[in-house]
């Protein structure tokens, strides 16, 4: 087989919060030079390691190649930059490509306005050389081209998965609120959970954060569900070898001997998560019901429960306040022995919970910032309490 060994610098983008996690996924696959950032891991490594970064990691968002890198500014520094690029060497007339542009600069004001000035150089170049110029697709083009400028440094790199990795493929329907599958795995990694105990989520929605932690049972790379990743359109894309990555994938998938359980007052959310479940291969090994969480008895020992409950959005103070009592009450009264996580970005209504906090760490949900909160629920004299 014909492997690309010419390392090559990459990043890959993730969470506020998760940035510890994914250097850690990225050591597991043997990346190198890794070297965290704000909210991205940056490493090194081959045609081989991209394509296995965007199967294997849970908690990244997208894998990025920089291809060029200069200072600018102004407009008519990055058009000039822009067009030195031998955009030839990565797409042609006949291929589409879009821009997406990130910037945080006193010497640029408008994103879309670097992407427009982006777009120019590129057609002008093609339209010099051919007389023709490709043409733009937001929605499924060939090159996806990422423009980061931080003040006078800009970035130039391909997106290498094309849609953002947290679509796995096996959520179709979702409620209201769908917690993102990069979070969810991200949630799971820092409960320090063992991967091989009981773990439960009693509020579970649409099943994100369980199927997620049945995938990583499983040892089942995210990757496998995706039927495309945006360099299977690149001129240097092996098929071959991307076959091979994925056969290589699923052989390293194992049976969960052990229980994943969850439960939603919702019987229509519940019907949603059975599907999804179904859709990550996962309907025999996870059970879902539809269940209050006062009423929610996890199975007895110990376990990990992490839960994403409202956070206040659509409710009134008074009930937002006796909604997070009930939900420490439960925990009192039925999760002995577990250690509960609790994401939240309504701090007010966490101390409402009546527990002790003994970790908390800060995160992003979307735009929301929110905390992530560990409440051990010891065995013994609290459980006595309670019969």
Known sequence: MNIDKNKFPLMAKTIFGLEN???????????EKIEIGNRAVFFEGDKELMYKANIYLRTALRIIKP????????????????????WDKYFGISDTFSIDSVVHSKYFNHSKYISLKTKDAIADQFREQTGKRPNVDIDDPTIKINIHIYEDECTVSLDSSGDS?????????????????????GLIYLSGWDQCSTFTDAMCGSGTILIEAGLIAANKAPGILRKKFGFMKWK???????????????????PIDFKITGSDINPGTVAIANE?????????????????????????????????????????EEDIISFYKMIGD??????????????????????????????????????????????????GSKKAKYK
Do not use: C
Request: charged share 30%; proline share 4%; glycine share 4%.
């Open 21 to 31: 996690v994914l250097a850690e996924e990225l050591k597991s696959l043997n990346a």
């Open 67 to 86: 291809i060029n890198k200069f200072n600018i500014r102004s407009e008519n520094d990055l058009y000039k930059n822009i067009k030195k690029i031998k």
């Open 165 to 185: 990795l947290h679509k796995r493929g096996y959520r179709k329907n979702a409620n209201l609120a769908p917690l993102s599958e990069v979070l969810a795995a």
């Open 236 to 254: 240097d894309y092996e098929p071959s070898l991307f076959n091979q990555l994925l056969i290589e994938a699923e052989q390293k998938i194992k």
């Open 276 to 316: 999804n479940l179904k859709n990550a291969g996962l309907e025999k090994e996870i059970f879902i019901e539809t269940r209050s969480f006062e009423e929610s008895k996890p199975p007895e020992g110990e376990g990990t429960l992490i839960i994403n409950p409202p956070y206040g959005e659509r409710l009134k």
């Open 330 to 379: 439960s925990l009192k009264k039925n999760y002995s022995g577990y250690d509960a996580w609790i994401i939240s970005s309504n701090k007010e209504a966490l101390k409402y919970l009546g527990l002790r906090t003994s970790k908390k760490l800060a995160l992003q949900n979307g735009p929301l910032e929110v905390k992530f909160h560990k409440y051990e629920m010891y065995q």
